[in-house]
């Protein structure tokens, strides 16, 4: 089959081997793929991977339990044991033995094909654009700060950084109903925000008077921990989206001053983000910037990388 490969650079294979399908798995043919900051890292050396690259998709079943073959679907990420302390305790996301597709211990999604347990599968309503439920996985992550963190009409709450995720949970944060602000250095992103009603601050006019109750950082890099928590007050909450290759020195003297509340916060709940898009409660399609297909698939990653567009998408199979 065809794949998007990383070992020692990222590379277009025609001929990657056959997936084979483990018990209780389905083989879920590719329709559609997005290219996610996680992806531009691991190409870095984050998590140490090699193989199949990309983990947000929407795809149809073609093998596996009767009750899915045929069925349109998006695919939670973490492929646990099912079976362990911490599964059974139902933190199965946080198996000490699970596998992730795309990230580690599993090939990943920019292909022909992409095997997952069939527990993780959700389908996909009828109303829902393939276009649209390819952003499932990071719209389910964006739900996941409002699931872990309490946030009232009240709140002073902060996004920092208006990437992909960032603009994400900035649409969340801001069906709350909360005082909230959008930091980022992009004009492109800043505008997104200004024309969803979410006041967009950049950060050279940025000043930090450490006022607000939630910072979420999703800039994917370390200066944005030092904004973030430059912004937050005494006794906020912090919460931290962001994952990258490159070591940093951080200085977490403020956190310990301050008492700031950290959580560390990654995938969310698949149920919240597909009504979400069904009730077109979340505007997906203006991220999108282009569309490639597979066979392009290094170009794609290389224009992900640049500041002039949001959202890159693969097209790998037509429905």
């Known amino acids: 089959m065809r794949a998007l490969v990383f070992g020692q650079r990222v590379s277009f294979v025609e001929a990657y081997p056959d997936i084979e399908v483990g018990d209780g798995e389905c083989l879920v043919r590719v329709h559609l793929a997005g290219i996610c900051a996680t992806d531009l890292e691991i190409a870095k050396g984050y998590m140490g991977f090699a193989g199949v690259l990309g983990h947000e998709f929407v795809g149809t079943v073609e093998s596996g339990p009767r009750d899915w073959r045929g069925r349109r679907v998006v695919s939670e990420i973490n492929c646990p044991c099912r079976k362990c302390d911490l599964c059974q305790a139902g933190l199965a996301n946080h198996c000490r033995e699970r596998t992730v597709v795309g990230i580690s211990g599993r090939d990943g999604c920019f292909a022909d094909q992409v095997a997952v347990p069939a527990e993780n599968l959700h389908a996909v309503p009828e109303g829902i654009s393939d276009e649209e439920a390819v952003f499932v996985e990071p719209l389910a992550a964006a739900y996941q700060v409002v699931r872990q963190c309490s946030i009232e009409a009240r709140s002073r709450v902060a996004v920092v950084g208006t990437g992909r995720l960032g603009l994400l949970v900035a649409q969340v944060l801001a069906a709350t109903g909360c005082r909230l602000v959008a930091v980022g250095r992009n004009p492109a992103t800043l505008l997104f925000c200004e024309k969803k009603q979410i006041q967009p601050v950049s950060t050279r006019e940025l000043v930090a008077r450490q006022d607000h109750d939630v910072v979420v950082e999703c800039t994917g890099s370390p200066e944005g921990l030092k904004i973030a928590l430059a912004m937050l007050r005494p006794r906020g909450t912090l919460v931290l989206k962001s994952t990258y290759a490159a070591a940093a020195a951080l200085d977490l003297a403020p956190v310990v001053v301050n008492e700031i509340n950290v959580l560390g916060s990654r995938c969310g709940p698949f149920p919240d983000a597909?009504?979400?898009?069904?009730?077109?409660?979340?505007?997906?399609?203006?991220?999108?910037?282009?569309?490639?297909?597979?066979?392009?698939?290094?170009?794609?990653?290389?224009?992900?990388?640049?500041?002039?567009?949001?959202?890159?998408?693969?097209r790998i199979n037509s429905p």
């Open 274 to 314: 597909l009504d979400a898009l069904a009730r077109r409660q979340i505007d997906v399609s203006a991220m999108v910037s282009r569309t490639f297909r597979l066979e392009r698939g290094v170009e794609a990653l290389e224009a992900a990388r640049s500041p002039d567009h949001i959202k890159i998408l693969l």
